[in-house]
């Protein structure tokens, strides 16, 4: 029996049941891709909500010169604990992937299950903050604005914590490895990329 | 340009990016007022866009394969034998110094609604790869592997970047139902890579 090689013609020569496959012009694989466009459509929406914000409190005329309008105040500290403890989850979510990248599931498992308890953390916090806040949402146009933005960034945080328990559950049941690790990964990317949006809505609504 | 969200651990450097600039603008907004955060915003984020742009991308920051080893990655489907794998790899190498990289997919069901403990396929995996190396280690080719998911195309590009492999070579029975053959592979690794992608049928 001899060996042959031949160059993969574009034309499948065998009987082809079902739809044809799907045309693939890009060079990034489906997976990669997915996640682009559904973090990019993340910022647009992230973007509309700060769009909002900009406008209730720089362009209209009837703007206080104080933010939030007195009597009101935003509950600065807990959201810097809150802050802390976010950040802190990034770097337990990257000790994770790197651990499985060395085949560490161990790791794997203690950096996830710590990442799940400090993301539950920062969602108990901010449950507690609106409890105690002081206003509503119909005490005025930047409380709207400040439930709206805070809000939207918890539900990506529930999001993201559905994310790494699936991943967890998967990796107590061993399915990651140092070269198959994609499920774990794909919702690193997108915890950091939460991490990310809630600096940026820390400094912005809260500090500045 | 560098994509900031390539991987995990390049997200990672984005939230600390992120961190640094945002304390710089919170310490300007806090010291001289909105207008002076706005402006530390804009500096910032053209300072991070700068640092993202200029940083050559994945595919233009492999280096390129020098001096006359040949760099090759191998992917074997589930119903090759190591014999036949490397007496064809070696032929392609015609005696020269290489480095070679043998990847064999762990093939798992696809259709299942949850996914399975998948170790029983990685298992078999490892042995049909332990076996391709004993063969081209016997053939006097020296090879590294590594089992990849029933996709492997992630796996088969890190491999490539990571050796600088000047071509892919994926061997098959010429009537292997393998899932990844089905699935197209050998046309996306050639979407995906910018190195020759052949394809092995070994009848």
């Known amino acids: 029996m001899s060996a042959h090689a031949e160059a993969l013609g574009h034309e499948h020569g065998h009987d082809h049941h079902g739809p044809p496959a799907a045309n693939r012009s890009s060079r990034f694989d489906a997976a990669t891709l997915g996640m682009f466009l559904f973090i990019g459509s993340e910022a647009m929406l992230f973007g509309a909500f700060f769009t909002a914000y900009f406008f209730v409190r720089v362009v209209n005329p009837d703007a206080s010169e104080i933010w939030p309008p007195a009597p009101f105040e935003f509950p600065v500290f807990v959201a810097a604990v809150n802050t802390a403890i976010l950040v802190t989850s990034s770097f337990t979510m990257h000790w994770a992937t790197q651990a499985i990248r060395r085949d560490d599931r161990a790791g794997l498992k203690a950096g996830l299950v710590l990442t799940i308890a400090l993301g539950l953390a920062f969602l108990v916090t901010q449950a507690i903050e609106y409890a105690h806040v002081g206003f509503n949402t119909g005490d005025g146009a930047f409380a709207s604005v400040f439930f709206g933005l805070t809000g939207l960034h918890g539900a990506h945080v529930a999001v993201g914590l559905s994310l790494l328990v699936i991943s967890a559950i998967r990796a107590f049941r061993g399915h990651f490895s140092s070269s198959h690790y994609h499920g774990v990964e794909l919702p690193g990317i997108y915890w950091h990329f939460v991490d990310v949006m809630w600096i940026v809505v820390y400094v912005t609504v809260y500090l500045v | ?203």
């Open chain 2, 1 to 203: 340009v560098e994509n900031p969200l390539r991987s995990e651990a390049s997200a990672f450097r984005l939230v600390l990016f992120t961190l640094g600039a945002f304390a710089v603008v919170a310490v300007a907004g806090l010291v001289w007022g909105g207008w002076a955060a706005f402006a530390a915003w804009l500096a910032v984020t053209a300072g991070v866009v700068a640092h993202y742009a200029t940083r050559p991308g994945t595919s233009e920051r492999r280096p390129r394969r020098s001096g006359a080893e040949v760099r090759v990655v191998v992917v074997v489907d589930e119903t090759t034998d190591g014999d036949r794998i490397a007496g064809h790899v070696a032929a392609s190498l015609s005696g020269r110094p290489a480095r070679v990289v043998v990847i064999a997919p762990a093939v798992t069901w696809q259709g299942r609604p949850w996914p399975d403990d998948a170790d029983a396929e990685r298992a078999e995996a490892q042995e049909r790869l332990e076996a391709a190396l004993a063969r081209l280690a016997s053939a006097g080719i020296a090879a590294e592997g590594r089992v990849g998911s029933a996709d492997p195309l992630e796996t088969v590009a890190d491999a490539v970047a990571e050796i600088a492999a000047g071509r892919v070579l994926v061997v098959v029975h010429p009537r292997a139902d393998a899932s990844w053959a089905e699935g197209g592979l050998v046309e996306r690794l050639r979407e995906r890579l910018d190195v020759p992608v052949e394809q092995i049928a070994l009848g």
